[in-house]
C-alpha cells in the first residue's frame, strides 16, 4: 500500500524560504512520478511540481524560478524548495504520487503561510 506524509510546511514572511518534503512507503518509488500541489481556500487543487522517476522536472509557470522539486530514490522522498515566497503562495501543498495509468495517491496535506 501507499502512504505519504508531508512536512515542512510553517509560516514565513514574504521573501522568505521553506523546503517540503514528502516521505513514503512506495514500493519500487522510483518508478512513479511524484508532484506537489496546493490548494488555496476556495480555488481548485493545482499542480505545482512534478518530477519523473528519473529526475525530469516540470513547473508551474507561477513558481518557475523560485520553487525546485528534487527527489531521492534512496530514501523514497521527494522534496520542494520554495524560495522568494509570495503571499499568493499560501496554500496547504500536497505530496501526490503516480504510477503509470494507476491512480494518485495523497497525503494529508501540510500549510503554507506567506505573510505580506
Known amino acids: 500500500q501507499v502512504h505519504l506524509v508531508e512536512s515542512g510546511g510553517g509560516l514565513v514572511q514574504a521573501g522568505g524560504s521553506l523546503r517540503l518534503s514528502c516521505a513514503t512507503s512506495?514500493?519500487?518509488?522510483?518508478?512513479?512520478?511524484m508532484g506537489w500541489y496546493r490548494q488555496a481556500p476556495g480555488k481548485q487543487r493545482e499542480l505545482v511540481a512534478a518530477?519523473?522517476?528519473?529526475?525530469?522536472?516540470n513547473y508551474a509557470d507561477s513558481v518557475k524560478g523560485r520553487f525546485t522539486i528534487s527527489r531521492d530514490n534512496a530514501k523514497d522522498t521527494v522534496y520542494l524548495q520554495m524560495n522568494s515566497l509570495k503571499p499568493e503562495d499560501t496554500a496547504v501543498y500536497y505530496c501526490?504520487?503516480?504510477?503509470?495509468?494507476?491512480?494518485?495517491?495523497w497525503g494529508q496535506g501540510t500549510q503554507v503561510t506567506v505573510s505580506s
Open positions: 518530477i519523473t522517476g528519473g529526475g525530469g522536472p
Open positions: 501526490n504520487a503516480k504510477y503509470a495509468f494507476g491512480p494518485n495517491y
Open positions: 512506495i514500493s519500487f518509488f522510483s518508478r512513479y512520478t
